[in-house]
């Protein structure tokens, strides 16, 4: 599946089959998580591949509406290391997504809002953050992805020039 493709067909779910993915389709998303760009090079992203069951539900107390990290058979917590920005964990878990996505996987980014409770599942030092955890799995096509949920379309998401203005009309 071509870039482009799988970011305008890619949807978040909360719903996944048992079925483990494969080291070597792991390895290819995480390595699209390694390449994000961060702010002057920095690299302030660490990841945290998370199988074991016992330790996706003891995170899946960690944050609200997390209940589904005990379904996926797998997760991935996005670490920022002390001055890593938010925006730097955004770009390294939008890589992980789409690139998940391009090989099939399912996933949906889940807000740690019990820090020092993500931090002691994961044995993350006090000064790193969690900054989201990824539940990824082969979707379970039982749950549309969509919920029925269409998007907005572009005219009112985009203004040009300024905050409101329509598109100028071409010749």
């Not at 760009?37 to 302030?44: A, D, I, R, V, Y």
């Not at 998940?100 to 953050?129: N, Y």
């Not at 539940?135 to 919920?147: I, R, T, V, W």
Request: glycine share 8%; hydrophobic share 45%.
């Amino acid at each position: 599946m071509d870039a482009y493709r799988a970011i305008i067909t890619k949807r978040d779910t909360r719903h996944y089959l048992p079925d483990p993915v494969p080291p070597d389709v792991l390895t290819r998303v995480l390595q699209a998580g390694r390449m994000a760009g961060s702010s002057k090079n920095s690299q302030p992203v660490r990841m945290i591949v998370v199988q074991a069951p016992e330790r996706r539900a003891a995170l899946a107390g960690c944050g609200d509406y997390a209940d589904h990290l005990k379904a996926a058979p797998l997760a991935i917590a996005v670490v920022l290391l002390p001055g890593g920005g938010p925006f730097d964990a955004g770009r390294a878990a939008q890589n992980l997504m789409v690139a998940a996505w391009a090989e099939g996987i399912a996933s949906c980014p889940v807000s740690m809002h019990r820090q020092e409770c993500a931090r002691a599942v994961l044995g993350v030092p006090a000064d790193c953050t969690v900054a989201t955890v990824l539940a990824m799995g082969y979707p379970d096509l039982k749950h549309p992805l969509s919920q029925g949920r269409q998007r907005l379309p572009l005219d009112e998401l985009v203004s040009w020039e300024q905050w409101g203005a329509h598109r100028p009309e071409t010749a």
